[in-house]
Every structure is written in structure tokens, then in C-alpha cells.
């Protein structure tokens, strides 16, 4: 693992545009279960009968009741962890230039990364599905369920549910940040979902190092991704900024 580190580190430090493709791995560290695999969350609920636009439009009371009530719970409480902290040192160091992010818990921006594409959209913010007004989460009561703008309309998360378009300004500067990047990051994704999963590919396909982070492989190891470090990216990514600093530091004493 220590060689991959330094690799990356390696590779990190002679690249011109590095980009990150984010899941929810990333957050796991952070408290807020994945969607797949042990603990995830669509192994308690059926993602077509709670994350669907159709399954909501036709009872956004059960949906707000079972997962957004949880997920509001989950997210009002999660933190960054060393992942999207360090996250933000790459970008501070100038070797990160874009987050894509398939999390809706605007964790990235909280560790203090300004380029954060978020291509499932946020959770901070509610969206009327009369009037469109977006109003705060952290302002939404749920004592009235499903709850209500103030135009009368039911609000609804202003994230992606399956089923929606990915929203085009998301999908444009996404596949342009992965065309234009050397090397991509793709940190705690299972890579099953598109068109997320289609960035790494576009990345590979200009020419850029596409670099995994994952405990288990995913369906770009060993065909669209060079190297995967196995472990938590908590770990990992720390880790490998260390790692950045040392060999920035060495450089400038030689
Ligand atoms: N560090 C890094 N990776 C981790 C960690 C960790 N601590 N813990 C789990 N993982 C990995 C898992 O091995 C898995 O590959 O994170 C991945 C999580 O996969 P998913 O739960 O499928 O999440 P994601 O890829 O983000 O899902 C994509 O699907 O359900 C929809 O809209 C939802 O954005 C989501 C999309």
C-alpha cells in the first residue's frame, strides 16, 4: 500500500488538472451509510419505492415519513471526515481543481472545497413542486408531513431521484472536467449508477490516470482505472497528502 501512496503522490504532484470523482464512501466515515453493499441503505429500502420519482409523486407523504425524515437526521448530524479534509488540503496545495460528487450531504463544501460539482444535487435545499421556490432544509418543519411552501405545494428534496435527468449545467461541467483532467480520483463509488459512472471512463478515454480509492473493487478496476488502493479513504487520502507535503517539502530543500 505504501507504494501506491507514494505513487500517487507521485503522479499527483506532475499533473496539471486533477479531478475527483466522489460516492458515498466517502462519507461512510462520516456516519451516513452507503446505498449499497453491508449496511447500505436500499438493502432496509426499496430504492423504487422510496427514491423514485414516480414512487414519490404518487406518495410523498411515505417518502418523506421513511427515507427523507431518516436521511435529514443523518445528514443534519454528519461532519467531514479526513477524507474531504484532505480533500481540501489538495485543493488548498493547488493539485485539486474539481470535486464531481454523487453526495447530496454538501460535506465536500463544509471541509472547504470551492469547485464542488454536485451531480445528485443537495439536500441542504427543499424545492416546491408548485412554485419551485427552494427553501432551506434546516428551515422545513416536519410536523405536517408531507410538508408544505408557503404557496401551498408540497416540497420535495432538490436531489436527483431516480428516474430525473441529471440537472444539464451538473452534467456539462462534469463531462467537461473530466475530459480536460490527467488524473482522476474516484473515491468510495461502486461506479454502478449513471451517467456518474461515465466520467471515469471520459477521463480514461482523454488520456488521464484514473486512480480508485475504494475497500473493494468496483467495475472500472483492472478496465478503466490504473491502480485501486484498497482501504477507507479516510485513511487513504490522508495518507496521501502527507505523503504530497513530504515530497513538496523535499523538492524545495533540494
Ligand atoms: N471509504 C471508501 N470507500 C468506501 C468506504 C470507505 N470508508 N466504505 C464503503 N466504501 C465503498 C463501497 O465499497 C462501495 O463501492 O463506497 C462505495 C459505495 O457505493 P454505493 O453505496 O453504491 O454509493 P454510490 O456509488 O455513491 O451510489 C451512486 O446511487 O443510490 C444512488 O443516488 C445514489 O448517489 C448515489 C448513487
Known amino acids: 500500500m505504501d507504494d501506491l501512496i507514494k505513487k500517487t503522490a507521485k503522479d499527483l504532484a506532475v499533473s496539471s488538472k486533477v479531478v475527483a470523482l466522489t460516492g458515498a464512501g466517502v462519507s461512510v466515515e462520516s456516519g451516513i451509510p452507503?446505498?449499497?453493499g453491508k449496511g447500505g441503505l436500499w438493502e432496509k429500502i426499496d430504492p423504487m419505492e422510496f427514491a423514485h420519482i414516480d414512487a414519490?409523486?404518487?406518495n410523498p407523504a411515505k417518502v418523506w415519513n421513511i427515507l427523507i425524515r431518516?436521511?435529514?437526521?443523518?445528514?443534519?448530524?454528519?461532519?467531514?471526515?479526513?477524507?474531504?479534509?484532505?480533500?481540501?488540503?489538495?485543493?488548498?496545495?493547488g493539485i485539486l481543481s474539481s470535486i464531481i460528487t454523487q453526495n447530496v450531504d454538501g460535506l465536500h463544501q463544509m471541509a472547504g472545497n470551492s469547485d464542488v460539482i454536485e451531480f445528485h444535487g443537495n439536500f441542504a435545499w427543499q424545492k416546491c413542486l408548485a412554485c419551485e421556490r427552494k427553501i432551506e432544509t434546516f428551515r422545513v418543519s416536519l410536523d405536517e408531513i408531507p410538508p408544505k411552501c408557503s404557496c401551498g405545494?408540497?416540497?420535495?428534496?432538490?436531489c436527483v431521484f431516480f428516474g430525473e435527468m441529471i440537472p444539464p449545467e451538473e452534467l456539462m461541467r462534469s463531462r467537461k472536467a473530466s475530459y480536460e483532467c490527467d488524473v482522476m480520483l474516484v473515491i468510495g463509488t461502486s461506479a454502478l449508477v449513471q451517467p456518474a459512472a461515465y466520467m471515469p471512463v471520459i477521463a480514461k478515454e482523454?488520456?488521464?490516470?484514473?486512480?480508485?480509492?475504494n475497500p473493494e473493487s468496483t467495475p472500472l478496476t483492472g478496465s478503466i482505472?490504473?491502480?485501486?488502493?484498497k482501504g477507507n479513504a479516510g485513511k487513504i487520502v490522508k495518507e496521501i497528502v502527507t505523503e504530497v507535503e513530504h515530497q513538496m517539502q523535499s523538492r524545495k530543500n533540494a
Do not use: Q
Open 225 to 229: 482505472s490504473d491502480y485501486l488502493i
Open 70 to 93: 431518516e436521511m435529514k437526521d443523518i445528514v443534519d448530524k454528519a461532519r467531514p471526515n479526513d477524507a474531504h479534509i484532505g480533500l481540501a488540503r489538495l485543493e488548498k496545495l
Open 153 to 158: 405545494g408540497i416540497l420535495r428534496p432538490d
Open 34 to 36: 452507503p446505498f449499497r
Open 56 to 58: 414519490f409523486m404518487r
Open 206 to 213: 482523454s488520456g488521464a490516470l484514473v486512480i480508485e480509492i
